[in-house]
């Protein structure tokens, strides 16, 4: 009697873990965009495609206009719970990457319309990014701004593809 039991309610956890979906997968169901962290999702992006050269990531203070304007393009950082920038470790190669988790995924295609508009491309000392994207699945938008000059090693369109690859093949914005 107490092993039957016991099966039982092992297959009934078992079905509860099936249907939590505990596997990592991403899910664009309910507005959720890539699971995790943000920081984690760039590794993810990267995994799929990365630039030959050094890149560095760190977590935008939201609280600072100025670093918000800088790395989003958003004048205020009222619709967005996170951020985090990824560039070159050389300042002199005009490469950005930014993801923003917005707090409702229904605001995405504004906040990623804002960012493509507020952004300086120009943000380098002599050096400027020609190829840029705006790109959202879900909750979460992607900016990616990069020189033509390097595109032997990563342009906007392959950072875009990596992002739709980890975000299962969708885009909601795009």
Not at 57 to 70: C, W
Not at 79 to 91: F, L, N, R
Request: net charge negative; aromatic share 4%.
């Amino acid at each position: 009697m107490k092993k039957r039991l016991l099966a039982v309610i092992s297959c009934m956890l078992l079905l509860v873990c099936m249907g939590c979906n505990s596997s990592g997968a991403t899910s664009n169901e309910g507005g959720k965009g890539p699971e995790g962290a943000l920081t984690d999702i760039v590794e993810q992006i990267y995994d799929v495609h990365s630039p030959a050269f050094g890149v560095g990531t760190m977590e935008i203070d939201l609280s600072d206009a100025d670093m918000v304007k800088m790395y989003t393009g958003l004048d205020s950082a009222d619709a967005v719970s996170e951020a985090v920038a990824s560039e070159a470790m050389i300042s002199a190669q005009a490469y950005s990457m930014v993801l923003v988790r917005v707090k409702d995924a229904g605001d995405a295609e504004a906040v990623a319309t804002d960012m493509k508009a507020g952004i300086n491309p120009r943000k380098w000392v002599c050096v400027e990014a020609d190829d840029l994207q705006v790109v959202a699945c879900e909750d979460v938008v992607l900016l990616i701004m990069v020189s033509s000059q390097l595109s032997d090693s990563v342009t906007s369109q392959q950072i875009v593809d990596a992002f739709r690859e980890v975000c299962g093949g969708t885009l909601t914005v795009e």
